[in-house]
Nanobody, 130 residues
Framework: QVQLVESGGGLVQAGGSLSLSCAAS????????MGWFRQAPGKEREFVAA????????YYKDSVKGRFTISRDNAKNMVHLQMNSLKPEDTAVYYC???????????????????????WGQGTQVTVSS
């Protein structure tokens, strides 16, 4: 059984930085993508960023490109999201996610639909004040 434990998040002023981490356990993740979704009040859950565990390829939501960086620590089975230049519109609950196994295709392929992600963390609140 895959378990995801998130840490980080909190309250920060606009322009500030926060870092999220997610520790994953329960299997070997070489065929998977891991990443982050977020959900703001009254809005649908949306893709933020993800990384292919084996290849290290990444993909970001357009509005966070250049501000957020996703990375992984293979030895510790952890994924991190460094968030810089935060904006009030980044305020949301952030969820760590693991995809279903990805078979074949390009190593650069990153699933972006919520339905492609099988495992979800409990979520951690990020609040950016203006």
């Amino acid at each position: 059984q895959v378990q995801l434990v998130e840490s980080g998040g909190g309250l920060v002023q606009a322009g500030g930085s926060l870092s999220l981490s997610c520790a994953a356990s329960g299997r070997t993740f070489s065929r998977y993508a891991m990443g982050w979704f977020r959900q703001a009040p009254g809005k649908e859950r949306e893709f933020v960023a993800a990384i292919r565990w084996s290849a290290g390829s990444t993909y970001y939501k357009d509005s966070v490109k250049g501000r957020f960086t996703i990375s992984r620590d293979n030895a510790k089975n952890m994924v991190h999201l460094q968030m810089n230049s935060l904006k009030p519109e980044d305020t949301a609950v952030y969820y760590c996610v693991v995809s279903a196994p990805i078979e074949g295709g390009s190593y650069a392929y990153i699933p972006r639909s919520r339905f492609d992600y099988r495992y979800w963390g409990q979520g951690t609140q990020v609040t950016v004040s203006s």
